[in-house]
C-alpha cells in the first residue's frame, strides 16, 4: 500500500465524529424549539388576558363595547397551530438523533466484528441490538412533546371556549382526542423510523 492509499480508520473516526456531532446538534435544536414555543406561549398567553382585560373593561364602563373576544380566540388557534408545527419538528428531530445513533453504532458494530473481542462490546451501553426504539416513550424528547400537547390542547379547549360557550363534556372530548391524536401521532410516525 502506498503512502496516498485511504486510511480506513480515519474514514470510520471522522464518520462517527460527524455523527455525533448531528445527535448532538438534534439534542440542542430540540432544547431551543422547546424553548421558543414557551415564549411563544407566554406572548400569546399575555396578550389574550391583556384584550380580555380591556374587552371586560370597556363592557363594564360602556355602553358601546366593542366585543374584542374573537382576537384572543384567533391567537389561541394560531398558537394551537404553531404547536402542531413544532411537534412535527420534534418528530424529525428524534428521527435525526436515532439516525445519527445508528450510524454511530453502526461503526461500533464494525470494529466489533473486526476485533471479535466480546469484552468490548460489552463496554458500550448502545449497539445497534440495544439501541433505544425511536418511538420509546418518557425520553427527553417525548417529554418535550408531551409538555408541547399539552400546551397545544390548553390553548385549543381555550379558543373554543371564548367562541362558544363552556361545556364540559364537549371540552373533555376535545382534550382527550387532542392529547391521544398527537401522541398517537408522535407514536406513529417515530415506530416507521426503524
Known sequence: MSDNSLDINKILI????YAKETATQAMNDRHTLVNYYLIITGVVASAVVGLLKINFSNNIHSTTSVD?????A??????????ILYLVQLIRLRQAW???AQA?????????HELKDKQIKNAFKWTSKSLPKPEKLFTIFFLSSLL???????AMVSAYVLIKEFN????????IWNIFGQLLSYYYFLSKSK
Open 104 to 112: 454511530m453504532n453502526k461503526i461500533k458494530d464494525h470494529y466489533f
Open 98 to 100: 436515532i439516525d445519527s
Open 168 to 175: 364540559f363534556y364537549i371540552i373533555l372530548n376535545l382534550v
Open 14 to 17: 471522522a464518520e462517527f465524529e
Open 148 to 154: 408541547i400537547i399539552i400546551l397545544d390542547t390548553t
Open 68 to 72: 374584542i373576544t374573537k382576537i384572543p
Open 74 to 83: 384567533i391567537l389561541l388557534f394560531l398558537l394551537y397551530v404553531v404547536g
